[in-house]
């Protein structure tokens, strides 16, 4: 899922593009893309966008007359700047919207096609979509401590909840928490202060790193290589790869169609961590330490761990 730094670099890319240019149509494919009625959809037709805003994950344009199209691109969403509208009709393409500058194509892959499109009025509707978590780059320490506190979560999932944080997802989160050097399941009500700041210092650089890598990419284009594994990532997606900062292999937990990716000795002083369902599977055969699941693997342990 396209998160604060994907996100952010879409949002500056669209701002050159169809700021201060007019909208002449939307040519909906997705079925079920949009997700409201009111106001409809072809009031924006032949409006031209004031602004283009970040609100979470989302993407808002802004129209004249304070009407907003917000668009989210959960998983497999995907954007594509063209000079005109592509005439394929692949399955994976949602949505052309019309500017008189070019063409933005909505894509989205495989068959579960779960990106929204949202028309609202005014700043109230914007706010509306917002789940309501502090800005991560705006936020000041204090600030940020008391929304990590406010209830008591995994560190996992305390980043992801955008209730709490707005804009960081599976991918990122693991960034950050291997460079703060904490467990992505440590609780946030136990935390000393000295962790809450370690904690906010490595969400600031690691999101501020990646915003500057992606605009590196682009080069000044359209982002069309935006995906949750990326080269040069610590953890995300490297399973199995050697840690970039003591060569221990990365270990996982997975979970649903999520997983998250960490570094045993960096992060949980050598233990393994378990989900609960395969916690429950193995009972007392989960090796608690990397030591005793390499043991268990040279002895002909075969149960992938």
Avoid at 54 to 75: N, Q
Avoid at 206 to 216: H, N, S
Avoid at 260 to 280: E, F, H, I, P, W
Wanted: proline share 4%; charged share 30%.
């Amino acid at each position: 899922m396209p998160e604060l730094p994907d996100v952010t670099v879409y949002v500056e890319a669209l701002r050159e593009r169809v700021v201060g240019r007019r909208l002449n149509r939307i040519q909906i494919r997705g079925p079920f893309l949009v997700r409201s009625t009111t106001p409809p959809l072809e009031s924006a037709f032949g409006k031209t966008a004031r602004e283009v805003r970040r609100v979470g994950k989302r993407i808002a344009f802004g129209f004249e007359d304070e009407l907003w199209l917000v668009l989210h691109l959960m998983i497999a969403g995907r954007l594509h700047w063209r000079a005109a509208a592509s005439k394929t009709n692949s399955r994976s393409t949602l949505a052309h919207f019309e500017f008189d500058s070019g063409v933005l194509q909505l894509t989205e892959a495989g068959s579960q096609h779960r990106a929204a499109l949202h028309v609202v009025a005014g700043e109230e509707g914007l706010r509306g979509l917002d789940a309501g978590g502090i800005e991560p780059l705006d936020a000041s320490l204090a600030r940020f401590a008391a929304s990590l506190r406010s209830e008591n979560h995994t560190l996992k999932r305390a980043l992801t909840d955008p209730r709490l944080i707005s804009g960081i997802g599976n991918a990122y989160s693991d960034e950050i928490l291997f460079h703060a050097k904490l467990s992505p399941v440590a609780m946030t009500e136990k935390l000393a202060p000295a962790d809450v700041e370690n904690l906010y210092r490595a969400m600031r650089e690691t999101l501020l790193l990646w915003v500057d890598r992606l605009r590196a990419q682009a080069k000044g284009g359209f982002p069309e290589k935006v995906t949750a594994f990326r080269e040069g990532m610590a953890v995300h997606g490297r399973y199995g790869q050697p840690c970039v900062r003591c060569g221990t292999k990365i270990q996982r937990i997975r979970y649903a169609a999520n997983e998250t990716n960490y570094c045993v000795r960096c992060q949980t002083n050598g233990k393994l961590l378990a989900d609960r369902g395969l916690s429950r599977l193995l009972r007392e055969d989960w090796p608690r330490t990397l030591e005793e699941m390499e043991l268990r693997k040279s002895r002909g342990y075969s149960r992938e761990l």
